[in-house]
């Protein structure tokens, strides 16, 4: 790895100037992948299982499966390296189909709307809006519905 001092790499330096959303959620996710290749390496797996089942398939349910097993992995000590923010899902399943060329239809890709928003200010990588509030009658009829089946 051409890392340097600062934990960046040098092949990824075209973050000096971050012009849109995008950019500064493809910074994010470089930082996660060279911090975590074993995730990269599920997600492959993962992904070459079910292409040998289906022609079709879905990243987000590939990256769900890599990030359950990553969380249980015998390895994984760093509470820190669980958090798997589901922006990252485009740029894994491009970066899949990049190097998968007889697989270029196994993952829909769509266009990211955070190339048209400006960048933040301040970048948010994990954003909670609050525990839910006054949702007593939605868990009573949930509660309800669930003991239907038993």
């Known amino acids: 790895m051409n890392g340097k001092q600062d934990g960046t790499n040098d092949q990824f330096d075209l973050f000096k100037e971050v012009k849109s959303r995008a950019d500064q959620i493809f910074e994010r996710f470089v930082t996660f992948h060279l911090a975590n290749p074993e995730f990269w390496r599920l997600f492959c797996q993962y992904a070459d299982a079910m292409r040998q089942r289906l022609p079709r398939y879905s990243a987000q349910g590939i990256f769900e499966r890599a990030r359950f097993e990553h969380a249980f992995s015998a390895t994984n000590t760093d509470d820190d390296s669980l958090r798997l923010n589901n922006d990252y899902v485009a740029y894994y399943a491009r970066m899949y189909l990049s190097i998968h060329l007889d697989a270029v239809d196994f993952f829909e890709i769509r266009k990211r709307t955070s190339e048209n928003r400006s960048a933040f200010k301040n970048d948010i990588s994990f954003f909670h809006n609050g525990a ?19």
């Open 132 to 150: 839910p509030v006054g949702e007593e009658e939605l868990i009573e009829k949930l509660r309800a519905l669930a003991s239907l089946d038993k």
